[in-house]
């Protein structure tokens, strides 16, 4: 039976994201976000309310709803420890802390799509025992992934279609994007920005 994703964050050990900003999600956002993906209401409510996650882990049957920014702290550091348990290499329960700034990418799709409903993470962190493995099974597997980095997410929308979560995701002009409808997700990184699939 797995452990309440609740319990578990406090043993994490203590790591701080890197320096929160919301001239820096404005940076961000003018790189394409702005323009492309989010109306000027949704990018004044992505950095003057706070930002929340809400998804769900098939592997572990986990589901998060999480605060992980405010206007007034920044980034909540027990927050992100919470949601990187619950996005950790479920084969092994090896946890790494997410990169903020792919989180803020899913949080962007989020307020883009209208998501009121969780979005399905089926692969955050992967240790370098998992990767390697998966390496081993399929071509489309990256040796160097940014999974192993905290740095990717493979998300579906349960009764959603994946050529729309697709074409959100690279309107918002920022890390990589890749496009896998016969498995049904997306990928999402921190990375350059590239596209394929």
Known sequence: MRKNAALQPASLPVETPSTPSRRGFLKWAAGGLSAAALTPDLLKAAVLRDRYLFFHNPN??????????????????????????ALRDYHNDQVKIFDPSVLDQLYALQLQMGLWTPVNVISGYRSPTTNGALCERSRGVARNSFHMQAMALDIR?????????????????????????????????????????
Do not use: C, M
């Open 157 to 197: 929308l349960p009764g959603g279609r994946v050529s729309d979560l697709y074409r959100a995701a690279r309107a918002l002009g920022a890390g990589g994007v890749g496009y896998y409808p016969s498995s049904n997700f997306v990928h999402i990184d921190s990375g350059p920005v590239r596209y394929w699939g």
């Open 60 to 85: 572990t049957d986990e589901t998060v709803r999480k605060v992980y920014w405010t206007p007034r702290e920044g980034y909540v550091r027990e927050s992100i420890n919470e949601i990187s348990w």
